[in-house]
């Protein structure tokens, strides 16, 4: 059974850093990847996606890299602002979904 | 707009009587499915669907049904629900190719 670990649980860095957030997993076969952001009491919000073939994906501060062969993916926020406070998901995914417990977020003014 | 939408957002009921939280999606993805998130747990998929009339379990599927008569709606149903089912949960949608996932905004049920 995959298993999708996210280091590390909560994280507060000042206004402006740029920061990486990490995403193991175990198994490594086929897999895509998605990056969510959960605002308190919300859904979730898709970030970036990466397809089993690709290594990596950005948009606009937010880039995302997948290695399948060492089982990991790194979400890299550059710049960081208040608004990006919020909890960072990653999902591992085939015909199912493997989520992470996800990075606690805090970016202070 | 494309969108998820779960409906009731909150619900407290009580130990036993049946319930439904529905899902409709209006993106005409054939691939649906529903998580619960816990506490400490995170998410973890309850059923999934990859189309109509084909439904699979997921993690945790104990205690609940589906069903997936139309490509738009994917019901969770709890036909007796208990305390240990109080959480928060989601449905989602997407394309049958590895496409990105949307979820819809979430149910709080509390079963007292």
């Known amino acids: 059974k995959q298993e999708v670990t996210q280091i590390p649980a909560a994280l507060s860095v000042p206004e402006g850093e740029n920061l990486v957030l990490n995403c193991s997993f175990t198994d490594s076969a086929i897999y895509n990847l998605q990056w969510f952001r959960q605002d308190p009491g919300k859904g979730l919000t898709s970030l970036l996606l990466i397809q089993s073939s690709q290594r990596e994906q950005t948009s606009g501060r937010l880039n995302a890299s997948l290695d399948k062969s060492s089982g990991r993916s790194t979400l890299y926020i550059a710049a960081s602002q208040p608004g990006d406070s919020a909890t960072y998901l990653c999902?591992?995914?085939?015909?199912?979904?493997?989520f992470g417990t996800g990075t606690s977020l805090t970016v202070i003014p | 707009e494309a969108q998820v939408t779960q409906n009731p957002r909150y619900l407290i009921t009580v130990t036993g009587k049946k319930l439904t939280v529905t899902c409709s999606q209006n993106?005409?993805?054939?691939?649906m499915s529903w998580y619960r998130q816990d506490p400490g747990l995170g998410l973890r998929q309850i059923y999934y669907?990859?189309?109509?009339?084909?439904?699979d379990k997921g993690d945790v599927p104990e205690g609940y049904k589906v069903s997936r008569k139309e490509k738009r709606n994917f019901p969770l149903i709890l036909e007796s629900p208990s305390p240990n089912q109080t959480s928060l949960y989601f449905c989602a949608s997407r394309t049958v190719v590895d496409t990105e996932a949307f979820f819809g905004q979430g149910t709080r049920l509390t079963v007292v």
């Open positions: 993106m005409n993805h054939e691939y």
């Open positions: 999902a591992v995914f085939g015909n199912q979904f493997y």
């Open positions: 669907s990859m189309n109509v009339e084909v439904t």
